[in-house]
């Protein structure tokens, strides 16, 4: 990977990197990703049949900037806390008075925020001397004194190596995928924009986890098992076709649907989830009201909202399926 992280940097240097755009969600043309393709022949074992693979060796602006902030981050906070190694003296600053004891502390910081070789540091060894009378009382001309000697190490120097974080910099936002599709079939930029929608398939696996919770599971038998998982990812597939079909009729009308955003009503969104197409309808109710013999005489919907209305619609089932619950004057 380094190798191919080097030869990509000075491809970018000399401009020969194939740039791929997209628009992103205000409609704006931007650099999603810059890169290079390259071909290697693989082989499990010895003797077994060899097989071409293309790599794409991929750097993404974004990605970049987002470990270059990061790092930043890490050297201003690894900064203070070597400073705070060697406090001035005062009451309650402790000293470290052994170097062996500072290395160790130094080693520490440099690991915990990994930027070790990132940071140029120098100290140096301070004494202090003392003068105390013997024993307790008064002091006198003529009593004993003890000279005592204080040494604690004091960090003089922190500065950034520039030229090291500037190499380190320049490796940020690499990334490599691999396919064994021909150039025809996928190229380099269909391959890196299907490789960006890879969050779809892992939603399926989030919503199963976290909306339906398949885990854990409170049942013995493997027939039982395999049931479940069945009736859940059922769940997931409407949730899936819901959030498809209404994205799509959306798309068609570049338009646009407000009010699903608590933390902020007038906000609008083309790509709503599921889980707040859900939420909207969160406030109905039906209410049913009966006689004392049990005899329903009464059955109440909450009306619906234009949103509420505009979802049902776009998902192709109408506001008539909905009134269909709230039927009156029923005989039983």
């Known amino acids: 990977m380094a190798a191919w992280i080097a030869a990509g940097v000075a491809q970018a240097q000399t401009g020969a990197l194939e740039r791929i755009f997209r628009m992103n969600d205000r409609g704006h043309k931007v650099l999603a990703a810059e890169g290079y393709e390259l071909e290697r022949t693989c082989c ?4 077994q049949e ?3 693979e293309r790599v794409f060796v991929i750097r993404s602006p974004m990605h970049a900037n987002q470990q270059a902030s990061g790092l930043a981050k890490r050297l201003t906070s690894a900064e203070t806390n070597l400073a705070a190694l060697t406090p001035p003296r005062g009451r309650g600053k402790r000293q470290i008075t052994d170097e062996a004891t500072l290395v160790e502390a130094i080693d520490a910081v440099l690991k915990e925020h990994r930027v070790e070789g990132l940071l140029r540091l120098a100290w140096e060894k301070q004494s202090e001397r003392k003068t105390q009378y013997v024993g307790r009382g008064r002091g006198s001309a003529s009593r004993e004194k003890r000279v005592i000697k204080q040494t604690r190490s004091h960090m003089t120097h922190i500065a950034r190596q520039e030229d ?8 940020f936002g690499w990334k490599a995928f691999v396919t064994n599709a021909g150039q025809k079939r996928l190229p380099l930029q269909e391959a890196v924009l299907c490789y960006r929608h ?11 986890k976290s909306r339906v919770h398949i885990a854990p599971l409170f049942v013995k038998r493997n027939d039982q098992i395999e049931g479940l998982t069945y009736l859940l990812t059922l769940g997931v597939r409407v949730l899936t ?5 209404l994205r799509r009729s959306l798309g068609k009308e570049q338009a646009t649907l407000p009010g699903l955003h608590p933390e902020n009503k007038q906000k609008r969104t083309d790509k709503p989830t599921a889980e707040r197409l859900l939420k909207a309808f969160a406030e109905v109710s039906l209410t049913i009201i009966k006689n004392a013999v049990g005899e329903v005489i009464l059955r109440r919907l909450t009306p619906l909202s234009g949103v509420q209305e505009d979802i049902l619609q776009r998902l192709g089932l109408g ?5 269909q619950l709230e039927i009156q004057n029923i005989e039983s």
Do not use: H
């Open 44 to 47: 499990a074992k010895d003797g």
């Open 198 to 208: 890879e969050y779809r398939v892992e939603r399926i696996f989030n919503r199963l």
């Open 164 to 171: 090291k974080i500037a190499a380190l910099t320049q490796q």
């Open 319 to 323: 506001a008539s399926l909905y009134r």
């Open 50 to 52: 060899a097989w071409s």
């Open 241 to 245: 076709v819901m959030e498809f079909v």
